[in-house]
């Protein structure tokens, strides 16, 4: 079966052709637009704008998934939307695009859980998920460790940041060093050339007794204001920050407290498989230390590649291939976004 999947949360409007069959989801073509460097002046997503360059986006883009992937329209089997969490109003571009394209085609519509889909859209990279995964999912509003026993019907959520996202986190820090929005990827390469044991910045929820009731939850509001606040201290004295070394040893903290809850949570439910996606899954210093961690601790880590971390159809079409393939019915057409979609929610109407 041929199924579309189309994403617009946020910034990207995203369409992607995906082929499911019994064991394979295979990616076909994957068209993105981003609305980026329109908001870039204001420091952040203006959802007005965002939702205004997806109606010009949407159909230029989907024209060339479905060039790309050398299919008409009359060949696609369902249609795959982002129901939520997001933006409402771009959401409700996405929404409007697939509901229209299912009524015109007579095929059916499954509203997906965009944060699901940045995790099964590994299935796309590293084959269909074996029985039990864990999933770590780690993006510019989420972070959150899932049990996913079934990528449609079984997902559990261990924990969850109590504040900030991770990718918020190095977003924040990087306004405070003053880089461009949004600042994730700068403070990645920044890091790349300071040392990571520089500054002994804290570990968010890993004391005793944070492990007792938060031992698979993560705070990262902490950590960016020890980062304001020893920046804040160095400037008052009137000595250069040295920046690179402040970026490598806050990003160190980001990915061990990451890794080090990941793993444990892994030995402690027996899971061998671990599964890492989001936005935020394109940071090197936490790709690396996922890879040294799980090697030592015999876990099979899967990271889909970083142009499939980030926002796009493809990750869509993918949950919309999981539900094709387990014969899920198709959400109601009056189909309403979620801002707030948990995520034991998949698919709409289950
Ligand atoms: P959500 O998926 O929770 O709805 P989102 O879609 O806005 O949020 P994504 O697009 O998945 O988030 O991820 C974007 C975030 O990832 C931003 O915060 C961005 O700074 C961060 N990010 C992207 N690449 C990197 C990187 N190499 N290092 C650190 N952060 C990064
Ligand atoms: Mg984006
Ligand atoms: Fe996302």
């Known amino acids: 079966a041929l ?27 994957d068209a ?79 509203g997906v859980n965009h944060v699901i889909g940045h995790v099964v859209v590994d299935e796309l990279v590293h084959g269909l998920f074996p029985d039990r995964v864990m ?22 959520e ?23 929005y949004p600042g994730g990827p700068h403070v990645d390469r920044l890091a790349r050339e300071g040392d990571p044991t520089a500054i002994r910045f804290p570990r968010g929820l890993t004391a005793p007794k944070d492990q007792a009731r938060h031992a698979d939850d993560f705070s990262f509001s902490g950590l960016k204001t020890a980062v304001a606040r020893w920046v804040e201290a160095r400037e008052d004295a009137g000595e250069p920050v040295p920046v690179a070394d402040v970026a490598a040893s806050f990003a160190a903290s980001v990915a061990d407290v990451l890794t080090a809850k990941t793993i444990a949570a892994c030995r402690r439910h027996g ?38 971390c980030t926002d796009n159809g493809a990750m869509i079409a993918a949950v919309g291939a999981a539900a094709v393939r387990r014969g899920v019915p198709a959400s109601p057409l009056d189909l309403a976004v979620d801002s707030s979609m948990p995520l034991t929610q998949v698919v709409v109407g289950r």
Not at 91 to 99: D, Q
Not at 276 to 286: D, H, I, K, P, T
């Open 3 to 29: 199924v579309l999947g189309i994403e617009s949360s946020c910034d990207e409007t995203g369409v992607a052709v995906v082929r499911a069959t019994d064991d394979a989801s295979e990616l076909l073509s």
């Open 32 to 110: 993105v637009a981003s609305s980026v460097d329109e908001h870039a002046r204001f420091g952040g997503i203006i959802p007005e704008i965002a939702s205004r360059a997806h109606l010009e986006a949407m159909v230029p883009t989907l024209r060339r998934a479905l060039d790309d992937a050398g299919v008409t329209l009359a060949d696609v089997d369902a249609v795959a939307v982002t129901a939520g969490p997001g933006l409402v109003g771009p959401l409700t571009v996405g929404a409007s695009a697939a509901k229209a394209l299912a009524v015109a085609l007579d095929r059916p519509l499954y």
């Open 135 to 156: 999933a770590l999912v780690v993006s510019g509003g989420h972070s959150s460790l899932l049990l996913v026993d079934d990528a449609v019907d079984g997902v559990t």
């Open 158 to 180: 261990l924990g969850h940041t109590l504040d900030d996202a991770a990718g918020e986190a190095f977003d924040k820090v990087g306004r405070l060093l003053g880089l461009p």
């Open 271 to 308: 899971v061998d498989t671990l599964v890492v996606g989001g936005g935020f899954s394109a940071n090197s210093q936490l790709r690396e230390l996922a890879a040294q961690r799980c090697a030592e601790a015999g876990i099979t880590l899967r990271i889909p590649p970083v142009r499939y």
